[in-house]
Each structure stands twice: as structure tokens, then as C-alpha cells.
């Protein structure tokens, strides 16, 4: 039984090899087709740009008037200057203070439907309750140092403090350091310092 087997497999073994000459031999003795490129899209004339530009800027005869367009432009810019002179001319500023201390107003963060906070470097924390006509400073923050500010989503009033790069001078040091990240949860009547944050 065991030569049985072993002859089939070696009969059908040789079926397949056989087979497979033959089919190589056939396609061998086929004519392949004829290669033929594909056929590529007519690349653009190097004056379609030229042509679309004196087709939406040109006359009927496709002629641009480019002496007349550069005085178009000039009028345009003009009148664009007079209007927005005319829109800073009818502006009035009017300070809103505070002006009883110094300080260089680096942050405002709005609340409800009225309220700011505004805080400046070495001027300290402000809070306004009336769209900024009047200000009252929180003297229960730790610090005038003031950098930056955010309210979170929940209530929470966030304080960043120090500007170490500007000093008085301007020119960068020390002179503003800050007293690191502080959180109050009660409208500014209360500070904790935010953990890790320290002294910078």
C-alpha cells in the first residue's frame, strides 16, 4: 500500500511539471502585445497665466490698461486711508484708571455680564464690576506682581505672578519677581498659593 502512494505521488508529481512546460512553451510562443505609453495631458503654454490675466483685466480686444489700473489702485488706497482716519478722528479715549498707582496693565479677564479683572506688573490686582468705569483694587492678593490671569470653568480666579525678564529699566532683570501661581475659589476675598508653583 505504501508503494501504492509513493507511485501515485510521483505520477501526479510529474502530471504537474508536465504541465507546466507545456504551458511555458505556449506562452513563449505567443506574440506579445505591442507596448503603446499612455497618452499624457497637453502640458499648459507657458503664457496661460498671461492669457487668463488679460482676459479678466483686459479690454474687449483682451489689451490691459496698466497705466489706468496703478491709478485705480492709488484712488482705492487713498479713499481707504481717508476712511480710517475719518473712524480714529471720531474716537475719544478717556482714562478709566486706576490712577493712583503705578503699573503696567498686563492681563484683563472678563466675568459675568459687567465684570474685569485686570492686573499689571508691580501694580497689583483690580477688579471692576461695572465694565471698567470704576476700579477697586483686592488688597488680599499676596503680591503687585502681577503677569497674568484666567478664570476657570468653574469659578475659580487663577493668578500668575513676576515678570523676571523686565525690570524697571526695561532692559531685563530681576526687579519683578514673582511669588509663583495663586487660586482663589471666592471672587478674590481669598488666596491659596497653587502647590508647586513656589517663588520665580
Known sequence: MMLNSTLRSV???TAIFGLSVMGWF??????SEA??????????EPNGALEIRQALLGDENGVVDYAGL?????KVEKKAKRDLAAKASSLSWHELGPDNIGGRTRAIEPFGANGLYAGSVSGGLWKSMNRGDNWTQITTFPSLMVGSIALAGNGDLYVGTGTAWEGASGEGDSGFRGEGIWRSTDAGASWEQVSGSGSF
Open 70 to 74: 496703478a491709478e485705480l489702485r492709488q
Open 11 to 13: 505520477a501526479a508529481g
Open 26 to 31: 505556449t506562452l513563449s510562443n505567443q506574440e
Open 35 to 44: 507596448y503603446s505609453p499612455r497618452l499624457e495631458e497637453k502640458a499648459a
